[in-house]
């Protein structure tokens, strides 16, 4: 596609109900990224994918959190039993070799009630 | 583990020239990153530097030191629409293969 595209682009939910996040990122972009940023807040690194494979999952922050890629292109974040600390906005990237920039998606706003 | 320090907030006024600093600490180092985020928005890339110098790209010019774990990014000739936050990011490379770690941002604020 054009650019990275990040569905929903907003989610509310409630409490202890289970998430899923999508990320389309530009076609033949080797590896993605996911990033949370809470409101006024820098990027909190999650995870990233080289391929389908994620050499670097030690940005999430509990065993509710996991991550899958398929095909080395669509990338699901899933949140299961979400809490209140969950809200934020959740930061798809994905970049084309090892010497480029990320180019971001719009994000999810996830709103935990 | 990795550490990436900017300023919190800075305030220039319309025309002048603003210095926004960022200095790292990671285990490895493989290229720095600018990112320009606007209110509510996605980040968008800025500049890039692997190499110690000045990259300049218009009004925006970005500069590195790898010895003294430096960076700065320099606005020129500020605009109103230049009011955000700027994100430093660095690649540390080696067991962190393509990841980037991404400074806490400098909101900047421009004043008419």
């Known amino acids: 596609g054009a650019g990275v595209s990040q569905s929903p682009s907003n989610k509310v939910t409630e409490k202890g109900k289970d998430v899923e996040l999508r990320c389309d990122p530009i076609?033949?972009?080797?590896?993605l990224y996911w990033y949370r940023q809470s409101l006024g807040q820098g990027l909190e690194f999650l995870i990233y994918f080289q391929g389908n494979s994620a050499p670097d999952k030690s940005g999430l922050p509990s065993d509710r959190f996991s991550a899958e890629r398929t095909g080395g292109s669509v990338s699901t974040l899933t949140i299961q039993r979400t809490q209140q600390e969950d809200s934020a906005v959740y930061l798809c990237?994905?970049?084309?070799?090892?010497?480029?920039?990320?180019?971001f998606g719009q994000g999810t706003r996830l709103t935990v009630v | 583990g990795q550490n990436i320090d900017q300023p919190t907030e800075m305030t220039a006024t319309e025309g002048a020239i603003v210095q926004i600093n960022c200095t790292y600490q990671?285990?490895?180092?493989?290229?720095l990153f600018w990112y320009q985020q606007h209110a509510g928005e996605a980040p968008t890339f800025l500049s890039y530097n692997v190499l110690d110098g000045l990259e300049e790209k218009g009004r925006f010019s970005s500069f590195l030191s790898r010895s003294k774990g430096y960076s700065y990014l320099l606005l020129k000739e500020l605009q109103m629409k230049d009011s955000a936050s700027y994100l430093c990011a660095v690649r540390p490379g080696g067991n962190y293969g393509q990841n980037f770690v991404f400074g806490p941002g400098t909101r900047l604020s421009v004043l008419p």
């Open positions: 990237a994905s970049i084309q070799n090892l010497n480029t920039e990320a180019f």
């Open positions: 990671t285990s490895g180092f493989n290229g």
């Open positions: 076609s033949g972009h080797t590896a």
